[in-house]
């Protein structure tokens, strides 16, 4: 089985919330495709409860799009700690913080539940398992953090 980069990582020695690069692959015609690792939550000691971390997505995936060029996808972790940014091209992790934050700002400070795409049975596989509430005070506690654009110090912008 191929080794996953991600697999490889220490949880132990990262301090989130963070940015970090975790690869940049070419395609064949050339085409660069980046894979972000954006920490939410210290891995091993918290989670994002599901509802919450669910709408966060759900917002991320608009929010992140009108603040960075070519993103392709925002999809959680599995353990409920973060997610993974995957772009076209590569921005730099500070380039990436600051659209975070401010997404993550935008979510805290003005979001409201008219403005979560996908949150019925035609738009959503699982749309009653979601927390505005839950999305707003995480973001709060991950913005009182700061969001560091390197992953083993802190380097918050």
Not at 64 to 92: M, Q
Not at 93 to 109: F, G, W
Not at 126 to 146: M, P, V, Y
């Amino acid at each position: 089985m191929a080794k996953v980069e991600s697999f490889t990582l220490d949880h132990t020695k990262v301090k989130a919330p963070y940015v970090r690069l975790i690869t940049v692959e070419n395609g064949p015609k050339g085409d660069a495709i980046s894979n972000y690792d954006l920490r939410l939550v210290q891995p091993n000691t918290n989670a994002i409860p599901t509802a919450g971390l669910h709408t966060i997505e759900h917002l991320l995936a608009g929010l992140l799009r009108d603040r960075l060029d070519g993103v392709i996808d925002c999809s959680p972790f599995g353990c409920r700690t973060g997610f993974h940014l995957i772009t076209w091209g590569e921005h730099s992790t500070t380039e990436v913080a600051k659209a975070l934050k401010s997404s993550l700002e935008e979510i805290r400070d003005t979001i409201e539940w008219k403005d979560v795409q996908g949150t019925d049975k035609y738009s959503c596989g699982n749309f009653r398992d979601h927390s505005l509430f839950s999305a707003k005070e995480w973001c709060k506690t991950i913005l009182d953090q700061g969001i560091s654009d390197e992953p083993f110090e802190r380097h918050v912008i």
